[in-house]
């Protein structure tokens, strides 16, 4: 997979980009603040339709263009999977609400002239982003670990960001309504509609996850092996809120096998779990249990790198897992996804920048920024395409 050309209006700095996107590496070099990282983030936008540098989509409106009603920024992308072209295009439109100056953001997508809801369409074009600040997915709380697998799961399973948004819906419900039960009493009976949509649709999500955590674990722990060369193993430990797996006695941080516990008994279970909370749960007004609580947890040599990683260990570790991600939606998509890399050289010593490259020319394309070129090796230069990107304007 790869994108063919790439069109913005109203997006960030940029009041207007058409551009033919080549099928290989392309360096996007400039100063700060200049667009460089704005284009990565449309271009990952089209992937996974949310942004990896703010939770408030309005920010990404053209600052000029969001004091008109209605403001509308686009993102369009021409993209090959496999021998077909496909046109994929999300439009951010702000329009005003009620007196004032008050504003509402509503996204439309569309593909190949189709309007999608946003769990149709995520995945349809696949993205791998390793940005700096992404350590927080190894450094931060585990809200951020459950976000970072939710959107590689999203890309890779086709039915995975419908089946999370709906179990985010039902847990939104039964919260409300374990709310309510505290407060004004009732039949706790009402809860077991509930339980049972929770317990089909977690169960289905902690299945997936179980498959993928070990899938990129074995694509991490082979890339991490030559990152240290053979100094330390990897170690990614999926850490269910309900846990399906039964309960013996293992030696410290011993590895659970999960892959092998049929759905029926993991819903089963979890059902057979949220009834017997059921009195502690209405008591605190919310579900304790589930996949809005699963942790995930980054191990080399044991050590766990939330807690005890140094900044060279974690930078290691992300660049594996980031790595693994690509080779592991190429195994589940049978499609390469696009290679997003923002900065990334200057955080990296000569023998990972080295290692890095290796592993983009296996890639059907990449985009990377950078404040200069010095960076790269002349020869990986001599067969990149170089984008100049000057205050919102892309020159080659």
Do not use: C
């Amino acid at each position: 997979m790869y994108l063919k050309r790439l069109s913005l209006t109203n997006f960030r700095n940029f009041t207007r980009l058409d551009i033919d996107v080549p099928r290989r590496s392309v360096l996007l070099v400039g100063g700060n603040a200049q667009g460089k990282t704005s284009i990565l983030e449309a271009i990952y936008f089209l992937a996974a339709l949310t942004s990896f540098q703010t939770n408030a989509d309005r920010q990404m409106v053209n600052f000029l263009e969001a004091r008109k009603t209605p403001a509308v920024a686009r993102i369009v992308g021409e993209y090959a999977r496999g021998t077909r072209t496909h046109k994929l295009e999300v439009r951010l439109i702000l329009d005003a609400v009620g007196v004032g100056n008050g504003q509402r953001l509503r996204k439309e997508i569309l593909l190949d002239g189709v309007k999608k809801q946003a769990s149709d369409a995520v995945g349809k074009f696949s993205a791998v982003v390793f940005v700096p600040q992404m350590s927080q997915i190894i450094e931060g709380g585990p809200d951020e670990r459950r976000r970072y697998l939710n959107l590689a799961l999203a890309q890779a399973v086709p039915a995975y960001a419908g089946v999370l948004s709906d179990y985010g819906k039902a847990l939104e419900q039964r919260n409300a309504l374990l709310k309510a039960l505290d407060e004004r009493g009732g039949n706790a009976d009402q809860l077991e509609v509930w339980d049972e949509t929770l317990a089909r649709l977690g169960a289905q999500i902690i299945q997936w996850r179980i498959a993928a955590v070990q899938e990129l674990e074995k694509q991490a722990v082979r890339v991490h092996l030559e990152l240290t060369r053979g100094a330390e193993v990897l170690r990614l430990a999926y850490e269910p809120s309900f846990d399906p797996a039964p309960k013996i006695a293992l030696k410290l941080d011993a590895p659970t096998d999960r892959s092998n516990i049929p759905l029926k008994d993991i819903e089963r279970g979890f059902l057979d779990r949220l009834r017997g909370l059921r009195s502690e749960e209405i008591s605190r007004g919310v579900t304790t249990i589930g996949p809005h609580r699963d942790e995930l947890r980054f191990l080399a040599n044991q050590i766990d790198l939330g807690d005890y990683g140094s900044r060279g260990q974690i930078r290691t570790a992300l660049l594996s897992l980031k790595l693994a991600e690509v080779s592991w939606i190429k195994e589940r998509t049978t499609q390469w996804p696009v290679i997003l890399l923002d900065e990334v050289m200057a955080e990296l010593d000569l023998q990972r920048r080295a290692d890095l490259l290796k592993y983009l020319g296996q890639a059907e394309q990449s985009l990377l920024t950078a404040t200069d070129l010095h960076m790269f090796t002349p020869e990986f230069v001599e067969e990149a395409k170089v984008w100049r990107v000057i205050n919102g304007k892309v020159v080659m």
